[in-house]
């Protein structure tokens, strides 16, 4: 079967092989992301002309969306990849997409399935030229999935705390800081665990990493309350940075 990844990049996958060639070249890759993404709903065409060609023409634009769709169809040998004529939609028979199953299990209350499909930041390095609508849909799209991602961590992280694993819920909540780095509330978070395990020297570095990122991206101090914690833990003050 057929499959969109778009977490961590955007290939076109056929059971589990990324598929070379001209059925992935970047227009025809971002119209099955945008696709995708779409879900059931679909994108009208009208919609999908002015994020993939914004500076053509109507009709030049409409020919060239007709063109992509045949040639995607006839590189993949699928007729039926591509469902409905004014709105468009993929056939979810005939192709995946990773976009589905994270937003199918965010749904659902399955954090775990969530986490898995997540591979990385949505579209990553991925980017179409003289397409600024596509690149703020893109933005966009990858600051809600972020977010989701995030949310999905800290579900397990309660989850495993719920359960007495301290170490799984330290492990979940070491990912979500690792995605973001300068949220205050989730190092804290991460540190208390680290702390209930007796893991000074793991929440000591923690702290610091924080710490010395915030200085070298927004030339700011950590909040009092951290910043009081690890003088803390470590026995002595700092100076203050800012």
Known sequence: MLRVCTFGGLTLQEDGNAITGAATH????????LLAVAGDAGMSREKILAYLWPESDTDSARHALNQLLYMQRRRTNTSSLFLGRKTLRL??????????VFESAMAGGEPGKAVDAYRGAFLDGFFLDN??????????????????????????????????DLDAAAEWLRQATATDPLNSRLVGAHVEALLKLENRAG????????????????????EPSLRALEERLRGHRFPRMA
């Open 26 to 33: 970047r227009r025809q890759l971002a119209l099955l992301a």
């Open 131 to 164: 397409a600024e609508a596509f690149e703020h849909w893109v933005a966009e799209r990858r600051e809600q999935y972020a977010s989701c991602y995030l949310r999905a961590l800290q579900d397990l992280a309660a989850q495993a705390t719920d359960a007495g």
């Open 91 to 100: 056939n979810p028979e005939m192709l995946g997409s990773d976009v589905r």
């Open 203 to 222: 929440a000591l570095l923690a702290l610091q990493t924080h710490r010395d990122r915030l200085w070298s991206e927004l030339k700011l101090d950590p």
